[in-house]
Every structure is written in structure tokens, then in C-alpha cells.
């Protein structure tokens, strides 16, 4: 089984001297700017406390601790309360964007509070998924975060879950409005004028992909948007242990809908990665996106922006996400009384150039060629 790789932040991992060739410390920033370590302490940790300092003091530790390159000795601090400052992140891939974008928020707000992070990267791998837990944890970490990574049993360390699809008990979650981001997007296309909308169904196996169908039923009925079965295509199980990636799976899901001769003039993709796959597969049918068809995704990955055209999709803010999750594993970790709870993170529409209106002009233009494509 691959070893977990440390990860640390820049800022935590390297000895400092001073002019004399010694470490320097707590006190020896405190001499030199004439304040107590205690204050020093609170400003580098950016404890909560750090908002009753003055912000010029603030200013003159920060400018300190450049100048003197001081880095905080986590062995010592091991030595005086026995822990480890360690914690542990589980994830599909460490490569897709949804999971780095989460992983830069938990580093930035590691390397803020002194903790180190181990990272495995399981491919969905069943017997990398059941014994990694117990490998971290015999390398004294002392909390684990889930990203759509499943958990069945209780661990002895605190928990919180990013696309959460644990079974166990007392895991916090960090989770999108599911409910607000599929009414945003059909909002969207409905202002437009589409009434005719394919779908993509997540894959099974995915964290959000049942909350989020669910959400898209529910918002759909509200609006009086119907869902018709002919029109919607899942997206398979989730890719394990090979080189399936999102937009692979969008790409076949959007052939097969062309092939079911149906009219349609949006799609709603699972995420950004189908609904770019999606978007190919259109093109490579003599389709326009979004002249013929109209394309929103969700997640908000870099790419969408530098797609052609520029994607149209429901923003989760990930790296603060990812940044929530770690703050939320903290605070459970230095205070074990704290319960675990749901924190639900607000999506927001992001308008860019794969949706249009649907003009009647375009709408016979599109069905022509849509015909043409259907008899290949």
C-alpha cells in the first residue's frame, strides 16, 4: 500500500537562526520588539484573540518574523502537550480540480494554526479506503478529513466530511445548498426561454450526486420544468482506479442523448468537468454551444473560465470550503466537548457564455441540424 506523503506548509517545515547561529524563538522576537511571546503567539497563530491587538502591532510582528525567517518549533511544542499537530486528508484524486481547490483551502488554514497533513490519494481503491484510516492513525494523526471519500465505522479521532458520503456517526460535514444551486440553474435557463432541458445525473458513488438529483427533481417541479427520462443520463459509478476523468464520462453521456433523437435545447450537467465533456461531444456533432444548446455546469473549476466558450455554471466556493473543513477539524480536535454539525456553504449562478436565449429564429435552424445529425 503507497505510504501517505507528508504535506506541510512553507512556512512551518525549516530552522531558523539568528545573527549568534541560534534558533530563534518566541523570546527572541519578544526582545526585539519589546512584547510578550504570549501576544507574539496569538498574532502568528492568528487566534481569534488576534482581533484585540492593535493592527500596527500586528504589522511590526509580522515584519519581525520576515526579517528574522522564524519558524515555530512544532517538536517543542510536541514535547510540552504530547500531540502531534497532525492531521490527515482522504481523497479520490488529488489531481482533479474539485479536490485541489479544496486541499488549497485546508493547507492555507493548516500552515496558519502550525499543523502538518498527510494526504492519500485512494483512486477509490476499497482496500486503500479500508486501511488508510488505520495507517494514519499509527502515524499519531490527530483528526481526518473525507473528501467524497466513504467512512463505515467510528474513528478514535475527529472527523469532518467535503462531499460527504460517510455512514458513520459524529462526522462533521461541510456541504453546498444543493436546493439553492439546482434552483439557480433552472432559474437561469427558464429567464432564458428553455422549456426542452436534458440533464446529467452524477455518478453513483459521488457525495453530492443524490442531494443534488434530488434537489434538481424538487426545483424542477417548482418551476414547472418537466424532466423527462429520455433526457436525462447518468453518468455511470464513480471513476475508481483508471483514467476516467469528468469529462469523459460528459462526453458519452451527450452522444448517447443525441443518438435518443430527442429535442432539447439545454443541459444541465452534474459539474463542470461533464458539461465540459458535454460541450465536445456537441461540437464534434455540428452542434453550437450555446447557439443550439444551451450549457450550465457547477463547481466553478478554473477551467470553466478558460473553456470555449466560457462555461456558464453554479459557483462552489471550494477553497473556502476546503478552508471551513480544517478550522472545523481544529476546533473539534482542541475541543473535544464540540458537537458535530452541518455546514451548509451558499452557491452562486455565474453567467458566462455557454447559455443564451432561445430565439424562435434559432430554434427551426437548430432542429435542422439537429435531424441531420441524428441520421449519421
Not at 27 to 48: E, G, M, N, R, Y
Not at 296 to 302: P, R, S, Y
Request: hydrophobic share 40%.
Amino acid at each position: 500500500m503507497p505510504k501517505p506523503r507528508p504535506m506541510v506548509g512553507q512556512n512551518h517545515h525549516s530552522n531558523s537562526l539568528n545573527g549568534n547561529g541560534n534558533r530563534v524563538t518566541l523570546k527572541f522576537l519578544a526582545k526585539q520588539l519589546d512584547l510578550s511571546p504570549t501576544t507574539i503567539s496569538v498574532v502568528i497563530s492568528d487566534s481569534p484573540l488576534a482581533a484585540t491587538i492593535a493592527e500596527k502591532t500586528k504589522k511590526r510582528i509580522w515584519e519581525a518574523v520576515r526579517k528574522f525567517n522564524y519558524r515555530p518549533n512544532v517538536f517543542a511544542r510536541y514535547l510540552h502537550g504530547k500531540r502531534t499537530y497532525c492531521v490527515a486528508v482522504l481523497v479520490p484524486d488529488i489531481g482533479d480540480e474539485f479536490s485541489s481547490s479544496l486541499i488549497s483551502g485546508i493547507e492555507k488554514r493548516l500552515a496558519q494554526q502550525g499543523y502538518f497533513y498527510f494526504v492519500v490519494s485512494h483512486r477509490g481503491a476499497p482496500e486503500l479506503i479500508e486501511k488508510s484510516p488505520d495507517t494514519l492513525l499509527d502515524r499519531g494523526v490527530e483528526g481526518m478529513i473525507f473528501i467524497n471519500t466513504p467512512l463505515g465505522r467510528v474513528l478514535p479521532v475527529p472527523v469532518v466530511a467535503v462531499s460527504d458520503i460517510t455512514e458513520a456517526p459524529d462526522v462533521s460535514s461541510i456541504v453546498i445548498d444543493n436546493a439553492r444551486a439546482a434552483r439557480l440553474a433552472l432559474k437561469h435557463l427558464r429567464a432564458l426561454g428553455h422549456r426542452k432541458i436534458a440533464f446529467f445525473r452524477g455518478p453513483d458513488g459521488n457525495g453530492d450526486t443524490e442531494d443534488r438529483w434530488e434537489s434538481v427533481k424538487s426545483a424542477a417541479a417548482e418551476l414547472r420544468v418537466q424532466i423527462d427520462p429520455k433526457l436525462t443520463r447518468g453518468l455511470g459509478k464513480y471513476p475508481e482506479c483508471n483514467d476516467t476523468t469528468m469529462a469523459d464520462l460528459g462526453y458519452h453521456a451527450a452522444k448517447e442523448l443525441l443518438k435518443a433523437s430527442r429535442d432539447f435545447t439545454a443541459l444541465v450537467a452534474f459539474n463542470d468537468g461533464s458539461a465540459i465533456g458535454a460541450i465536445r461531444a456537441f461540437r464534434d456533432a455540428g452542434l453550437k454551444v450555446p447557439k443550439d444548446i444551451s450549457v450550465i455546469g457547477f463547481d466553478d473549476i478554473d477551467q470553466a473560465a478558460f473553456n470555449v466558450p466560457r462555461l456558464t455554471t453554479i459557483r462552489q466556493p471550494l477553497t473556502r470550503m476546503g478552508e471551513l473543513a480544517a478550522s472545523t477539524l481544529i476546533k473539534r480536535i482542541e475541543h473535544p466537548e464540540e458537537k458535530s454539525a452541518e455546514i451548509l456553504v451558499e452557491p452562486m449562478l455565474v453567467v458566462r457564455e455557454s447559455t443564451c436565449a432561445l430565439a424562435a429564429s434559432q430554434t427551426a435552424a437548430r432542429n435542422s441540424r439537429l435531424r441531420k445529425t441524428t441520421k449519421r
